[in-house]
Every structure is written in C-alpha cells, then in structure tokens.
C-alpha cells in the first residue's frame, strides 16, 4: 500500500463512481430503447378513425389501446363460440373489435371498456386483452377523458356518495 | 356513540402528534431534559388514542352500523365475520386508518424499545414520526373522514366488492402497510442522525433490524398480493407491472438496498451519507406507492379507491417530506465523516454493486410508472408502458446482481482474491451447465431466454448451497453458525428458487381456449382434461356454476378440479374462481366462462414451476425473520459487543 489513506479514497472514490456511471449508462440505453418500442398509445374511436391514414401515427403497424362504451346491441358471439365481435363507442365514433377469449367479469354493453391489439390487413381491430375494471361503478380513467372530449360524459363515477 | 368515541380519538391523537412533533425537537436544540422526556408519552399516548378510533371503527363494522357512511357503503349484514373485519381497511378511509394504526405502533415500539439509544436521539426520532403522523391524521381528519355520519342512515348497506372477499386480500393490505410503514422507522433515524449529524456502528445496528422488519412485511404483503391476483383475477398472470403493484416494488426495491448497505455501515463503516440516502428514498417511496394509489393519477387495474382531491392533499404531503428531506441531506451530509476504505474486488464492493443495480432497476420502475403521466402532461398523448418495457430493462440489469449474488458471501471485507473464490465456485457452474442441458432436453424448441433464467437461478442455489457447505465444515456444528447466516442463505436461495419459477411459469406457460361441451376432453402439456358435468351451486352470498373436470395423466385420472363462475347479489358483480391444482409439472389452473353454444367457454392453462415462485418469495421472508431472531440483530439488544468476531 504506497498510496496514502486520502488518495486512496480518491482513488476507490473514482473506481465507484465509474461503476455506478457506467451502469447507470447502461440502464439509461437500455430505458430509451424499451420505451421507444413499447410505449402502447391509447386512442378513443373516433380518434382511430379521423387519424387511420395519419402517416406521423402509422397506426396500421403498431398495437394500441382503444376505449370507450361497449355499443349497445353490439356484441355478438361468432361461430367457434369463443370470439365476440363488439363495437367501441365515444358518441361520434364507433369501431369493431375482435377478441377470442373469455371476456372479463365486468364486461357488459353500455359499460367501459378498453381493448388492447392491432388492426389486421382488413382494418379490423384484433384485441388480444380486453380490460373492464373490477368495480361496477368505475368507468377507466382514458375512458372517461375520451367521453369528456366528445361531450359524451354522463359522470357516472360521481355515483358514490 | 362510539363513532364520536372514535372522531374525538383521532383529533386528539392529532392535537398529541403536533405536540410530539414539536416538544422534543424544541428540547433537543435547547437540550432540555423535561422536554426531551416527553416525547415518549406523546407518542404512546398517540398509538392508544389511534387504536381506541380503529377499534370503534372495527366496532362499527361488527354490528354493522349502516349510520356510518363508509360502514354502509362497504359492508353488509349477511357478509361473512372475517369480511366485515377485513371491510374496515377495504375502502380508502379505513385503510388510512389502518396506515396511521401502524404509524403510531411502530414509533409506539420505537419509544418502548428505544431505552439504550441517547436520549435525544430517540426524542428526534419520535419527533420525526409524531411529524408522519400529523400529516396523516390531518388528512384523515380533513378530507377522508371514517366517521361520516349518514342522514337518514342507510337501511342495508352495499357490500363489499366480492374480488376483495378473498382471504389472500384480507391480509394483504396489513401485511404491505406494516411494510411501508416500517420504513418510516429507518426514515426517523435517517433525519435524526443528520440533525445530530452521527452515523455510526451503532446507529446502522438500530437501523438494521427495523429495516428487516418492514422488508420482511413488505416482501409477504407483495407476494400475497401476487397470489392473490393469479388465482382470483382468472388471467393466470401473476405479476402485470401495473402501477399499483409497482408502488409497492418500488419502496421493496430501495429498502432491499438499505438492508445490504446499512451492513456496511455496520461492519466497516463506510457508505454511511449513501446509507442515509437510501432511508430516504425508502419511505418516500412508500408515500409515493401510497399516493398513486389513493390519488388514481394512473390508471390501473386495480385502482379501487380513486380521487384526485385527496391526491392533492397526499402529493403536498410528499413534496414536503421529501422536499424536506433531501434539503435536510444535502445541507448535513457532509458532516457524516467518511469511513473504512475497500478495494473494488471485496465484500464492500459487492455490495455496491448490489446498491447501484437495485436503485437503478427502483429508477427505471419509477419512469415506466410515471411515464404516461409525464406523457400526458407534455404531449397530451394517452399511452401506457407494459411487460415489455419491463422485461427489456429488467432481464439486463439483473442478471449481473444475481450472478454477484452467488460470488459475494465468498469474498472477504476489505480486498478479495477473486480467482481463488472463483475456484471454488466450480460446482455452482457445473450446477448452472447441468440446468441448462436439463432444461434445454426438457423443453427443446422453447425460448432461449428461459434457459438463461434457468442458469442463473442454478447458478444462484448452487453458490449459496456451497457457501454454506464450506462454513459449517469450518464451524463444526450446525447450531454454530448464526442464524443471521441461516437468513442470508435461506433468503438467497429463495431468490434462485423465485427466478427459476418465474422462468417457468412465464416462458413455458401453456394455455388452451375451447369450448367445451360435457364430455368433451382437452390436451395441455401431458395431461388430458375432461369436462365431466356443470353444476349450479350455491354460497353464502352468490349463487354459482360450476364445472367438474377430470384430469388424467396418460388415462390415469390424477385430479378433479371445481372452477366456478360466481354472480353475487350484493354489489351486482360475477367473478371467476378459477380452480388450480399443483402437478409435478406445475401448476393446472382452469376458468369456465359463460354458456355459450351449447358448451362452455373454458380456459386452462399449464404453469410449470408457478408454485416455486411462492416457496421462494416464502424462503426470502423466512430468510429476513430468521436473521432478525439473530441476537446480535435483535431490536433492543445492547448496542455494543466488544470483539465480535463474525463469520467472514
């Protein structure tokens, strides 16, 4: 050990804050790179539909989330007996989704409701996740902005005392 | 009557908590012996008035008091005993309540515990929590009041939502509570000890054991809650990164670090000003965690109980706290005088390693948690981060801490020969290399991930096992070594046994969706599944379907499995009860759905390993209780033992 107490610190100082640098680095590319893919937008029906051939969006290629009103009247099982087809609503807009699966609890026409998947060639919608939440008075919180944004809100949520 | 009984409690405890929060700190600067004392009786008499509001809160709930407007909004007469019980931390005022309940406990235990810590410490420390608890009780009080009288009062109440009626959810937000709160405790030393601006020994001997406590807490109260989720959502995903649940990985995270570097502190002295820090950020976390789920700013699968006016409150609250405290750290810190010098290659080194992965991975949960708010906020774009932002930052940044993990309780203090620690490490590796041919004949064609998860896990046992091997061939007999060595090895060998489960239930995960009619069989994995009948049936509270399935393994009938769809009265409400049974293989968990042409919609899914991830986040709890019954841990125990020679 040549090197005095206080040079050492330096030193070992210097050793560690390298480290912690270089991993931080590390976690920073690592972060920038997993956002920049996995980011899954969130878009109410008529929003899909007034922005399907935006070419900044691309909306043919990526998966994103849709929410709104189950349509009422809309849902209808298909042959197989395991895909429903229903239409998401925001009042101006409506959309058709596919989703093969068993639909959650909560899922009812009238309800909210988001879906999660991609458009296929045909421009349908395919949801591979279909989210109603757990409480019979909630409405999902991009639903309810969506609505707002349309007029459509009738302030459900408000229902507690 | 005992409403107002409970009312009174709380604004007392109140009036009791601005006193504790000032006295002791007015007799700490002017060194006042009278003053400092009183912070004792302050904040026992706060846990006493807290617990007499949560008993008549409980009360109410017991004899169901429908006058009382959570009580009636919540509970129910013909809910089960246990229900009504758990329905009085079910709801966002009660579980405050409860939050505040074990707030005062613990600066309660602090105070009793607390007879060998100078006396002035201990009366900033209590201060420190009376000032917790002045800001939780005044939200209480202001804004989320239990004690809300109905007029008229409701005849029947509305129940509680029948996914919460769950004995896995009952204990789940007590057991996450005592683990958030418990932070509050290493966070009362931390702002003590700038104030006094001393860390030592002695101080990281203090700290440890309570830190372990919340851990401990917070590590069942996460996996309780992961439990719950996988078999009573019916999605057979255990763990969704969703915001709730990183609320509570967050703060496991920070304190997971806390709990490594406050050894150093201990042992060697040094890392003492980052030890402080990361007190911090611990229990800012768990405020944090607590804010995004009462507030609903995210949204969330789970987001029971949501309202941004409360947010608001909590968020000031926050801001203050940690406001607060990281000015109080940056102006002090430099007073904390540094310590024991290491070489990179040794046990301090690793365990910075350990530190920088752990706070980096909490950062990196904490940006894809706030991400789409801040996304909100700049771009008005809605959007939300999922698994695989997660798995994408997580498998990286991981790996290298678990193959640490399995090199570090080899090393020495100080400087370590890392070749001839490597040379003992051959076993591990040929462990790990058997695991992966095993898995790779097992499995072929599957995911070349998992097999790196499968290594690593081994890899991680394998080490820990040999480690342990080598010291009791030294130490002679078992009973010999502490059991604080018994914890660390239980609880690393709970995290190879938890990566080895999530590798399996994730990358192998086998699920089918049919629609089933009676008699109609169904192949997953090596097992063959009949549905043999579907039966109406009934409970307390609900009525139900439920299907009769036969699983056979090569025509031998090996399990009958009962999933249910339950329709409950009150709230209105249908949930799945899925039925999961453990195989050799892992877990066969299956879901009926509706009627629907003729048959029923089924869903089955083949877990493998899915119940080693629950043995090994058992084995960390274990691990952390085992070490904390250590006597030279143990909460009160004299502080100083001279030449305490430790294994290492």
Same mark, same amino acid.
């Given at each position: 050990?040549?090197?005095?107490?206080?040079?050492?610190?330096?030193?070992?100082?210097?050793?560690?804050?390298?480290?912690?640098?270089?991993?931080?680095?590390?976690?920073?590319?690592?972060?920038?790179?997993?956002?920049?893919?996995?980011?899954?937008?969130?878009?109410?029906?008529?929003?899909?539909?007034?922005?399907?051939?935006?070419?900044?969006?691309?909306?043919?290629?990526?998966?994103?989330?849709?929410?709104?009103?189950?349509?009422?009247?809309?849902?209808?099982?298909?042959?197989?007996?395991?895909?429903?087809?229903?239409?998401?609503?925001?009042?101006?807009?409506?959309?058709?989704?596919?989703?093969?699966?068993?639909?959650?609890?909560?899922?009812?026409?009238?309800?909210?409701?988001?879906?999660?998947?991609?458009?296929?060639?045909?421009?349908?919608?395919?949801?591979?996740?279909?989210?109603?939440?757990?409480?019979?008075?909630?409405?999902?919180?991009?639903?309810?902005?969506?609505?707002?944004?349309?007029?459509?809100?009738?302030?459900?949520?408000?229902?507690?005392? | 009557?005992?409403?107002?009984?409970?009312?009174?409690?709380?604004?007392?405890?109140?009036?009791?908590?601005?006193?504790?929060?000032?006295?002791?700190?007015?007799?700490?600067?002017?060194?006042?012996?009278?003053?400092?004392?009183?912070?004792?009786?302050?904040?026992?008499?706060?846990?006493?008035?807290?617990?007499?509001?949560?008993?008549?809160?409980?009360?109410?709930?017991? $004899?169901?008091?429908?006058?009382?407007?959570?009580? %009636?909004?919540?509970?129910?007469?013909?809910?089960?005993?246990?229900?009504?019980?758990?329905?009085?931390?079910?709801?966002?005022?009660?579980?405050?309540?409860?939050?505040?309940?074990?707030?005062?406990?613990?600066?309660?235990?602090?105070?009793?515990?607390?007879?060998?810590?100078?006396?002035?410490?201990?009366?900033?420390?209590?201060?420190?929590?009376?000032?917790?608890?002045?800001?939780?009780?005044?939200?209480?009080?202001?804004?989320?009041?239990?004690?809300?009288?109905?007029?008229?009062?409701?005849?029947?109440?509305?129940?509680?939502?029948?996914?919460?009626?769950?004995?896995?959810?009952?204990?789940?937000?007590?057991?996450?509570?005592?683990?958030?709160?418990?932070?509050? $405790?290493?966070?009362?030393?931390?702002?003590?000890?700038?104030?006094?601006?001393?860390?030592?020994? /002695?101080?990281?001997?203090?700290?440890?054991?309570?830190?372990?406590?919340?851990?401990?807490?917070?590590?069942?109260?996460?996996?309780?809650?992961?439990?719950?989720?996988?078999?009573?959502?019916?999605?057979?995903?255990?763990?969704?990164?969703?915001?709730?649940?990183?609320?509570?990985?967050?703060?496991?995270?920070?304190?997971?670090?806390?709990?490594?570097?406050?050894?150093?502190?201990?042992?060697?002295?040094?890392?003492?000003?980052?030890?402080?820090?990361?007190?911090?950020?611990?229990?800012?976390?768990?405020?944090?965690?607590?804010?995004?789920?009462?507030?609903?700013?995210?949204?969330? $699968?789970?987001?029971?109980?949501?309202?941004?006016?409360?947010?608001?409150?909590?968020?000031?609250?926050?801001?203050?706290?940690?406001?607060?405290?990281?000015?109080?750290?940056?102006?002090?810190?430099?007073?904390?005088?540094?310590?024991?010098?290491?070489?990179? !290659?040794?046990?301090?080194?690793?365990?910075?390693?350990?530190?920088?992965?752990?706070?980096?991975?909490?950062?990196?949960?904490?940006?894809?948690?706030?991400?789409?708010?801040?996304?909100?906020?700049?771009?008005?774009?809605?959007?939300?981060?999922?698994?695989?932002?997660?798995?994408?930052?997580?498998?990286?940044?991981?790996?290298?801490?678990?193959?640490?993990?399995?090199?570090?309780?080899?090393?020495?203090?100080?400087?370590?020969?890392?070749?001839?620690?490597?040379?003992?490490?051959?076993?591990?590796?040929?462990? %790990?290399?058997? %695991?992966?041919?095993?898995?790779?004949?097992?499995?072929?064609?599957?995911?070349?991930?998992?097999?790196?998860?499968?290594?690593?896990?081994?890899?991680? !046992?394998?080490?820990?096992?040999?480690?342990?091997?080598?010291?009791?061939?030294?130490?002679?007999?078992?009973?010999?070594?502490?059991?604080?060595?018994?914890?660390?090895?239980?609880?690393?060998?709970?995290?190879?046994?938890?990566?080895?489960?999530?590798?399996?239930?994730?990358?192998?995960?086998?699920?089918?969706?049919?629609?089933?009619?009676?008699?109609?069989?169904?192949?997953?994995?090596?097992?063959?599944?009949?549905?043999?009948?579907?039966?109406?049936?009934?409970?307390?509270?609900?009525?139900?379907?439920?299907?009769?399935?036969?699983?056979?393994?090569?025509?031998?009938?090996?399990?009958?499995?009962?999933?249910?769809?339950?329709?409950?009265?009150?709230?209105?409400?249908?949930?799945?009860? %899925?039925?999961?049974?453990?195989?050799?293989?892992?877990?066969?968990?299956?879901?009926?759905?509706?009627?629907?042409?003729?048959?029923?919609? $089924?869903?089955?899914?083949?877990?493998?390993?899915?119940?080693?991830?629950?043995?090994?986040?058992?084995?960390?709890?274990?691990?952390?209780?085992?070490?904390?019954?250590?006597?030279?841990?143990?909460?009160?125990?004299?502080?100083?033992?001279?030449?305490?020679?430790?294994? /290492?």
């Amino acid at each position: 050990m040549a090197l005095s107490p206080a040079r050492a610190r330096k030193r070992r100082r210097l050793g560690v804050v390298i480290i912690a640098a270089a991993i931080l680095g590390i976690a920073v590319a690592l972060v920038l790179f997993a956002l920049r893919d996995t980011v899954v937008f969130f878009f109410g029906p008529s929003e899909v539909i007034s922005r399907l051939d935006d070419p900044k969006l691309r909306l043919q290629e990526r998966r994103f989330r849709m929410g709104g009103l189950v349509e009422e009247g809309s849902v209808r099982r298909l042959e197989d007996g395991k895909t429903t087809e229903f239409r998401i609503t925001d009042g101006p807009g409506a959309f058709s989704v596919r989703y093969t699966g068993l639909l959650p609890d909560l899922f009812r026409e009238g309800q909210g409701v988001v879906a999660e998947g991609r458009l296929d060639d045909k421009g349908r919608f395919i949801a591979d996740e279909v989210l109603a939440k757990h409480d019979e008075n909630y409405m999902p919180k991009e639903v309810a902005d969506a609505l707002k944004k349309t007029g459509h809100w009738q302030g459900e949520s408000e229902a507690k005392p | 009557m005992t409403a107002e009984i409970g009312h009174l409690a709380l604004a007392l405890a109140l009036a009791l908590a601005i006193l504790g929060a000032l006295l002791p700190q007015l007799g700490a600067a002017r060194r006042d012996p009278a003053l400092i004392a009183a912070a004792v009786p302050l904040t026992i008499g706060q846990f006493v008035l807290v617990l007499i509001s949560f008993l008549a809160l409980t009360w109410a709930y017991v $004899v169901s008091d429908f006058s009382l407007a959570v009580v %009636a909004s919540n509970s129910h007469t013909e809910k089960p005993m246990l229900y009504k019980l758990s329905g009085v931390w079910g709801n966002h005022e009660g579980s405050l309540l409860l939050w505040a309940l074990i707030l005062t406990f613990f600066a309660a235990l602090v105070a009793l515990l607390g007879r060998n810590l100078p006396a002035r410490f201990r009366a900033r420390v209590l201060a420190v929590e009376s000032m917790i608890a002045v800001g939780f009780l005044l939200f209480l009080l202001l804004t989320s009041n239990p004690f809300e009288r109905l007029s008229p009062p409701a005849v029947e109440g509305m129940g509680l939502n029948p996914l919460l009626q769950d004995p896995g959810l009952a204990f789940h937000p007590p057991f996450l509570y005592l683990g958030y709160v418990g932070f509050s $405790v290493a966070f009362a030393f931390a702002i003590a000890a700038l104030q006094e601006g001393r860390v030592d020994a /002695a101080w990281a001997r203090w700290v440890r054991p309570w830190t372990l406590v919340a851990w401990v807490f917070l590590t069942i109260g996460i996996a309780l809650g992961s439990w719950w989720a996988y078999y009573e959502l019916g999605w057979g995903g255990f763990w969704f990164w969703d915001p709730v649940e990183n609320a509570s990985f967050m703060p496991w995270l920070v304190g997971t670090a806390l709990l490594h570097s406050a050894i150093v502190v201990e042992k060697r002295d040094a890392m003492k000003s980052w030890t402080v820090l990361l007190a911090i950020i611990a229990f800012s976390f768990s405020l944090l965690g607590t804010f995004l789920v009462r507030s609903g700013v995210l949204t969330s $699968v789970h987001a029971f109980a949501t309202d941004p006016a409360r947010g608001v409150f909590i968020l000031g609250f926050l801001a203050l706290v940690v406001g607060g405290s990281l000015t109080l750290y940056a102006l002090r810190a430099e007073t904390l005088t540094p310590g024991g010098l290491f070489e990179p !290659i040794s046990r301090e080194g690793a365990l910075v390693l350990n530190n920088v992965v752990l706070a980096t991975a909490a950062a990196t949960v904490l940006l894809g948690t706030l991400y789409p708010l801040l996304l909100d906020v700049f771009t008005g774009a809605k959007g939300t981060v999922g698994p695989p932002y997660f798995h994408a930052v997580f498998i990286p940044l991981m790996t290298p801490l678990f193959v640490a993990l399995g090199v570090a309780p080899f090393l020495n203090w100080k400087r370590a020969d890392l070749k001839s620690v490597l040379s003992r490490l051959w076993i591990a590796a040929v462990v %790990a290399l058997i %695991a992966i041919a095993v898995a790779a004949y097992l499995t072929w064609g599957g995911p070349v991930l998992a097999l790196l998860g499968v290594a690593v896990g081994a890899w991680m !046992i394998g080490a820990v096992v040999t480690d342990l091997m080598s010291r009791l061939r030294q130490g002679g007999r078992w009973m010999r070594l502490p059991r604080a060595q018994w914890g660390m090895s239980a609880a690393h060998i709970g995290v190879g046994i938890l990566v080895l489960g999530i590798t399996g239930a994730t990358a192998w995960n086998r699920e089918s969706l049919e629609v089933m009619r009676i008699g109609d069989s169904l192949t997953i994995g090596p097992y063959t599944v009949r549905l043999e009948n579907v039966t109406p049936t009934a409970g307390a509270n609900y009525t139900a379907v439920r299907g009769v399935m036969v699983v056979s393994d090569k025509d031998r009938p090996v399990m009958t499995l009962y999933p249910e769809s339950r329709t409950y009265a009150t709230p209105p409400m249908t949930t799945t009860e %899925a039925a999961i049974r453990p195989t050799a293989v892992g877990d066969i968990y299956a879901v009926i759905g509706e009627e629907s042409k003729g048959g029923w919609a $089924v869903r089955l899914y083949l877990k493998p390993l899915q119940y080693w991830i629950w043995i090994g986040a058992g084995l960390m709890a274990l691990g952390g209780a085992l070490s904390l019954s250590d006597r030279r841990y143990r909460i009160g125990a004299p502080a100083r033992r001279k030449g305490a020679a430790h294994a /290492a």
